[in-house]
């Protein structure tokens, strides 16, 4: 026996007058405008195909706001001077493979440098050469080196200087950054490489 589904009356009444199928609870007559609360702020594109899909409303708290606009930056930050002593991790890596390490020498060696940098005189900015490239930018610690190897060059101190300043930055010593740049040429690759080659 067959059954013949287009003879039936639809279940879903397709009109806009509200359904009289008792499967559904009736609404009350205050119009349809009192059926669904407004949201002015939350108006979604129309869907491509009337009657299908889901509309999705997302409250305030729950919004995504863009980033808070940054101010421009203003002066430079301020770079670390702190210097990791690689020559100190060296030893204690070498005495920790020891059967025996004798730990209480490294206090003393690194109490007595300490002393020795606080003693050593700094260099002071009172020559106009060394004034004049500080004034233009330079690292004020590495003018004066580059200005006592190059006198007043002005092609090879903003070299030196923009090759040591990373350099001491690694952690090594601003005596043997000096070195091995003037050594070859204020190439910070090649000063970099004879510090690596030093150290294995």
Same mark, same amino acid.
């Given at each position: +026996? ?33 059926? /669904? ?17 889901? /509309? ?21 930050? #301020?770079?670390?001077?702190? #210097? ?27 109490? #007595? ?5 606080? *003693? ?14 500080? *004034? ?33 930055? +690694? ?11 003037? +050594? ?17």
């Amino acid at each position: +026996m067959d059954y013949d589904f287009r003879t039936e009356p639809p279940l879903y009444n397709s009109s806009s007058s509200p359904s009289s199928h008792q499967m559904y609870p009736k609404i009350a007559s205050h119009g349809h405008a009192a059926a /669904r609360p407004s949201h002015p702020h939350h108006s979604s594109p129309p869907s491509s195909s009337p009657g299908l899909g889901i /509309r999705v409303f997302i409250k305030p708290e729950y919004r995504i706001t863009p980033p808070p606009h940054l101010l421009p930056h203003s002066g430079d930050i #301020q770079r670390s001077n702190f #210097q990791f002593d690689f020559g100190l991790e060296r030893k204690v890596l070498s005495e920790a493979n020891k059967e025996k390490p004798n730990w209480s020498k490294f206090g003393m060696e690194n109490l #007595q440098t300490k002393v020795m940098e606080s *003693a050593s005189p700094k260099v002071s900015v009172s020559d106009p050469i060394v004034s004049k490239y500080i *004034a233009m930018g330079l690292n004020r610690e590495a003018v004066p080196i580059a200005v006592a190897n190059y006198g007043d060059n002005p092609t090879k101190i903003p070299e030196f200087v923009n090759s040591y300043t990373p350099l001491r930055e +690694m952690g090594f010593s601003s005596t043997a950054v000096a070195e091995a740049l003037v +050594m070859y040429d204020n190439d910070t690759d090649k000063a970099l490489s004879h510090f690596l080659n030093a150290t294995s």
